[in-house]
């Protein structure tokens, strides 16, 4: 018998269930054939959790992801935390406690252009063409985590503390190095150090880090220039690692390059078990429409193979079907343009079937 992966599914919220469904339907391929066992459970996170428990990140969902093999999340937000802001128990709390908890340091983003989306992207083709990027964002330190926070008692004035340690760049250096000898062998390292006193220290952590890896060139570049430069030249780029703040702006902003935000996944690790999902939202405004885009979900799944369970060339083969999926003109909404015929833009659940159709026969073909 194949040594069974347990996947914990934590679809959340708004079109996290449609796109993790599909992504699923995607692991079944899979598993049948390429003669692999895995399980999958599901629990709750997010404003689903918090509507059934009161808490966005209950106990039993935290320990389910401790056993886990590996999990696979949806989104996580809801409309009515954007319309009162001041509601002091939020969707997000869960997914920052889940990586707290599970000491998810790393946060990788493939910026990965397929040919087939030149179109999708606003920009032009012949600057976006051959873009592929992997961003490391340091995901458990910065101002999203530090300390003092809050407002006075006055309700007159808010703080938020960036703090970083030595030991946190560090880590997080190290795993962009290691990455970049596996590719073009060049690390952009982003910050602002002609300003915050984070930035300078980490700096002066990245280039001790840098000396042990001779052969990779590291670049730094200030985190306002890097935003330019992801639209001027994004081929310049190959592993980019910066802070929490900037790494959760720049990777949405190098979405755009991608054409959507529905095509990018990405992979939290850290000790253990590693996170899997869609840089996407929750999106609630398309929610139960059958309109969201699950490739990216989809391509996390794929991530998950290659990241958690070492299968390679099973995590190839959902990569590639998504490319057959695009280059057998298939859209979904949000990635179609004016000239996509009505007859080739398909929905949520089409789209993962003709995914998962595309892994039984793309390795059927090579049988």
Known sequence: MPTN?????????????????EARKVLEAVAATFDRSLSFEEQLIGHAAIAATGDPLPEATLE???????????????????????????PEQGLLRLRKALALFANLRPVRLFDELLDASTLKPEVIRGTDILFFRE???????????????????ARDTMTYSREEVRRIARMAFEAAGRRRRVVHSIDKANVLETSRLWRETVEEVARAYPDVALHHMYVDNAAMQLIRNPRQFDVVVTGNLFGDILTDEAAQLTGSLGMLPSASTGAKVGLYEPVHGSAPDIAGTDRANPLATILSAALMLEQSFG????????????????ADGWRTPDLASEDTPSGKIVGTRRAGTLVADAVRQMVMGHA
């Open 64 to 90: 389910a992801c401790r056993r886990a093999d590996a999990i696979l999340l949806g989104a996580v937000g809801h409309p009515r935390y954007e319309a009162d802001p001041t509601l002091p128990v939020r």
């Open 139 to 157: 995901l458990t330190g910065g101002i999203y985590f530090g300390e003092p926070r809050g407002r006075d008692e006055a309700d007159t004035r």
């Open 311 to 326: 299968w390679t060339e099973e995590a190839e083969a959902v990569v590639a079907a998504v490319s057959q999926f695009l």
């Open 5 to 21: 992966r347990h996947i914990v599914l934590l679809p959340g919220d708004g079109i996290g269930p449609e796109v993790v469904a």
